[in-house]
């Protein structure tokens, strides 16, 4: 709706985990770094958390791209706790096929496959994404697969990104040995003021546009009512970006961003931002711009 008028190539703020967007604030850098050391470096297990809308799997894309052709990577993505045994979603991962769907005919399948790549040259990274869906049972049958590598040689690696809670599961007595062959961890916390208007900047960038959108009085109330959360970051700079559009303001202010929180508010509307602006009883109209013409 609004590229064209602000010249974008893409919208900025999709909430598709588009690499291309991927911004490398100083921890996602070294979430990155510490990532890329633990596959060199023939970890067993890796672990990567944050809380809900971190930018985990914008990062995951990014490194699945980066692999290329050095290793076969499967990514399992759709994670629930209706999960019977991990085999199948494994198996599915990495396009294995297998005349029975027994726990026992998947393993060898699965073993089989891991073996063909590395006599190609290959390793294999795992993803379990969403991994705190899993039960304690589950994440054990996960530790049994990480078994077929034996002292000399690593066929499997495996990385764990999840929820904060993922890591409560990994402090339980029943996942120790598990917890104790994680070699590389991290965890994202949300984007601080200057980080946040750093991200803000940067997909704006990325999406065709050098000028700056947001003023600076905008880019501090999206953080301090997104709470430096990517995702959300990006559905409330979305908005304000229509309410530019549609008033036909070039530049993204505070005017217009306390004005979709208020909407927003007033409205009962999801998500729900962090000390949102209640609906004014009155509030002075703002001076409309005429829309520049296109």
Request: glycine letters at 6%; a neutral charge; charged letters at 20%.
């Amino acid at each position: 709706m609004y590229d064209r008028f602000y010249g974008f190539s893409s919208r900025p703020f999709a909430l598709t985990p588009d690499p291309a967007f991927l911004f490398l604030s100083p921890q996602h850098s070294m979430a990155l770094t510490l990532l890329e050391y633990g596959l060199e470096s023939q970890a067993a297990f890796a672990l990567l958390t944050g809380d809900i809308g971190s930018g985990k799997t914008t990062l995951l894309r990014y490194l699945i791209r980066s692999v290329g052709d050095s290793a076969a990577v499967g990514l399992v993505s759709n994670t629930h706790s209706g999960f019977q045994s991990v085999y199948p979603w494994v198996a599915q991962s990495l396009g294995v096929a297998a005349v029975e769907r027994s726990d026992s005919v998947l393993y060898g399948a699965i073993v089989d496959c891991l073996v063909r790549e590395y006599a190609r040259g290959r390793r294999t990274l795992l993803i379990i994404d969403e991994a705190q869906n899993l039960s304690l049972p589950l994440l054990e049958e996960l530790r049994l697969l990480s078994n077929v590598n034996s002292e000399k040689d690593l066929v499997l690696q495996i990385l764990l990104v999840g929820q904060p809670e993922l890591r409560l599961s990994l402090l339980r007595t029943e996942l120790r040995q598990l917890a104790q062959r994680i070699s590389v961890d991290f965890h994202l916390k949300p984007l601080a003021e200057h980080e946040t208007a750093a991200y803000v900047r940067h997909r704006v960038s990325a999406a065709g546009v050098t000028a700056d959108l947001f003023d600076a009085q905008s880019l501090s109330l999206v953080h301090a009512h997104t709470g430096g959360v990517p995702r959300l970051i990006n559905q409330l700079c979305d908005v304000a970006l229509v309410y530019g559009y549609a008033d036909g303001y070039r530049l993204i202010t505070a005017e217009i961003v306390l004005k979709v929180l208020s909407d927003r508010a007033a409205a009962d509307a999801l998500p729900v931002f962090a000390g949102s602006v209640p609906a004014p009883a009155a509030r002075a109209p703002a001076v409309r711009r005429p829309r520049a013409t296109q």
